[in-house]
């Protein structure tokens, strides 16, 4: 059962709710002495029971489970007490989830409050049974569907901030729930459909991809991927992890404890394990990549995986910082990262040279000035990095021309005219 209420400090931050909340709950949280007789005739024992229903709160959203007489108990107590702190439960905002065959005693105990035998919604997963769950996840799918329709209208001008949106922000709201909720991995095909056919072509300015460069783009950026999971195989290992990271936690709310001191290495432990476990299923998936494609995708996906090859794409395209890619140059980088066409809309068939344009010859020809260009970049950056511990710092500078007689070594420039690429004085 969790109970709707209004609350004027909704907002604040968790650490205020826990303190304003903490007379409420010392409150309503109390055990009974009760005296009972032993086996032995004539002795009475008592022992201290706890009377109430496990209950669990999330800053101001509080929920309990257990037998319908108890949360009867607890709900009086709070619809009691809580207004004194500032609480004020609300009934017809209130669900209460019962099997079918308590659900006439559920709506004896509770005339006022909202009650289901099929599940709801709670803190964005669900709690209920299968059917219920199914629902709730296509519902979501819908909604998920929809944000990935904007992102993709996004991408077709803007592909880079269309990509960003959606790793550091869109695909989170579906992985929240795929770790707080099991056995949804069957409810999410539509939704790797939607991404698979519709999202990824969108950010690689394709009408389709193949098969195998969506499993490549389900990899980490740092394993040659893009980051973009499917969800359909990662559910129930996300759902397992959240389970092992969280188990102090589950267990302390389970014993009810007032205090709550996580064992520090028992946490670091856990951490540890979930990161070998998804960095030992990612290499797996990896490796049935290479084992199931030609020596050119291998040696690809060796050379997208060295240290930094990847931060381009990592990177918030923040303009201020010139992180910014523009529509084709964002197409171009995700082709040239997976060795796909070109596209030709702003880009010539053949080169200045006459030779076919491709990538190999773009990256190679002298006359079409790529080659000049990509010099060019290195030696204004390691002029640019000179210059912050030098005082005199040039570019090209020309070169005195040099007596025949004189000995140099092979591969020496003598040409009158000839030009260092950076000279750099006076430390």
Not at 173 to 190: A, D, M
Not at 214 to 241: H, W
Not at 283 to 297: C, D, M
Not at 361 to 389: F, P, Q, W
Request: proline share 6%; net charge neutral; aromatic share 10%.
């Amino acid at each position: 059962m969790f109970p709707g209420r209004y609350n004027p400090r909704r907002y604040m931050c968790l650490g205020w709710y826990a303190l304003s909340l903490m007379p409420l709950l010392n409150k309503i949280q109390h055990k009974e002495l009760i005296t009972e007789s032993e086996n032995e005739p004539n002795t009475e024992s008592s022992r201290e029971i706890d009377t109430y229903p496990k209950q669990v709160w999330y800053a101001d959203d509080s929920a309990s489970g257990g037998k319908l007489d108890r949360i009867k108990k607890w709900w009086t107590d709070l619809n009691h007490h809580g207004p004194l702190y500032g609480y004020f439960p609300k009934p017809s905002k209130t669900w209460l989830i019962v099997k079918p065959e308590h659900i006439a005693k559920a709506k004896e105990l509770f005339p006022d409050v909202q009650i289901t035998t099929e599940g709801h919604r709670y803190l964005g997963s669900y709690i209920g049974p299968d059917k219920g769950v199914e629902k709730f996840i296509l519902k979501e799918t819908e909604s998920w569907k929809a944000d990935i329709k904007g992102l993709v209208e996004i991408a077709a001008n803007d592909p880079q901030l269309a990509y960003a949106a959606f790793t550091y922000g869109t695909s989170k709201r579906w992985s929240f729930v795929c770790r707080t909720t099991p056995g949804i991995e069957n409810y999410l095909h539509h939704l790797e459909y939607c991404i698979k056919e519709d999202f990824i072509p969108a950010i690689m300015g394709k009408k389709f991809v193949p098969d195998h460069i969506r499993n490549i783009a389900s990899l980490p950026a740092r394993m040659g991927g893009l980051c973009i999971q499917n969800c359909t195989t990662t559910a129930g290992v996300e759902y397992s992890n959240s389970v092992e990271a969280t188990k102090q936690l589950t267990d302390a709310i389970f014993q009810q404890l007032t205090t709550f001191r996580p064992n520090e290495e028992k946490q670091l432990e856990a951490i540890n394990t979930v990161k070998d476990r998804k960095e030992e299923l990612f290499k797996l998936q990896r490796e049935a990549i290479v084992n199931g494609s030609p020596p050119t995708t291998k040696r690809q996906l060796e050379l997208i995986s060295e240290k930094g090859a990847s931060i381009w794409l990592t990177t918030l395209p923040l303009k201020a910082c010139g992180f910014v890619l523009n529509k084709q140059e964002f197409f171009d980088a995700i082709s040239l990262r997976y060795n796909l066409t070109l596209s030709t809309a702003n880009r010539s068939t053949l080169c200045i040279c006459g030779k076919q344009n491709d990538i190999n010859h773009t990256l190679i020809c002298k006359t079409g000035g790529y080659v000049s260009l990509r010099h060019n970049s290195v030696r204004d950056t390691v002029a640019e990095l000179l210059s912050s511990v030098c005082k005199d710092v040039e570019t090209e500078p020309q070169l005195l021309s040099v007596p025949p007689t004189l000995t140099l070594p092979n591969g020496t420039n003598r040409q009158d005219g000839a030009r260092l690429d950076v000279s750099a004085r006076s430390f």
